[in-house]
């Protein structure tokens, strides 16, 4: 077993097009930056993608922060039996977002 921390970084939804992703990409990394053991985190940078999405939802925890035009980190556990990602959780469980948002690839 192993456990991994996964930082989904955003920026805001005002941020422009041209930097959204990479912005949302340098976010994630000063957070890894300041964490003891950064061999086992992984930064993902969704851009706007997410926050555009949350924007628009009532019941998001991060739905204030998005309609403000503010971007956030998300951390995640990753639980995982080996190399077989199937047997892999994720605490606390992603929000139906990011299962919706899967054909884009994001910044890893």
Request: aromatic share 8%; glycine share 8%; charged share 30%.
């Amino acid at each position: 077993r192993s456990v991994t921390v996964q930082l989904d970084s955003h920026c805001g939804t005002i941020a422009p097009n041209s930097v959204a992703s990479s912005f949302s990409r340098s976010r994630g990394e000063s957070i890894k930056d300041v964490l003891y053991d950064q061999t086992r985190v992984e930064v993902i940078g969704w851009g706007k993608r997410i926050a555009n999405k949350v924007a628009r939802s009532d019941n998001h925890a991060f739905g204030e922060l998005a309609r403000e035009g503010r971007g956030w980190v998300e951390v995640y556990f990753v639980l995982s039996d080996g190399g077989d990602d199937t047997r892999t959780m994720m605490l606390p469980p992603r929000h139906e977002f990011y299962d919706r948002d899967r054909s884009a690839t994001a910044d890893r």
